[in-house]
């Protein structure tokens, strides 16, 4: 049986945290999540939704997927969440982010 160093933890709990930690970033409207990805977590089939941590051979990769503003820059916002959501969930889990893709899945309407 091979041994998981440090806890684990929900898929809940890993968007919640990283959710917090990027939802001010000017840019950012939301976490993108289809209809399926939707019903994924309702089913718990975590690896569909909006933020997915894995694991390579370097350690921990963290994957998001946003919805933007309309107008932000796409390079900097992406930056700028890899950077807060490694950082921030690092803070919480105890292990480092050595990874992070930042998806940008849509552009939020103009109204919202």
């Keep these: 049986m091979r041994e998981r160093p440090g806890p684990s933890f929900s898929a809940e709990v890993i968007t919640s945290t990283v959710w917090d930690a990027i ?17 994924g977590e309702r089913v718990r089939l975590e690896r569909h939704g909006p933020v997915r941590l894995g694991e390579d051979d370097a350690g921990p990769v963290l994957e998001v997927h946003l919805i933007i ?32 893709e930042v998806h940008v899945d849509d552009v939020a309407d103009d109204d919202e």
């Design 23 to 39: 939802k001010d970033i000017p840019g950012v409207a939301d976490l993108h999540r289809n209809p399926l990805q939707s019903l």
């Design 69 to 100: 503003h309309p107008g932000a820059r796409i390079p900097a916002v992406c930056e700028a969440v890899a950077h807060a959501g490694a950082t921030y969930l690092e803070r919480t889990t105890g292990s480092p982010i050595r990874h992070v």
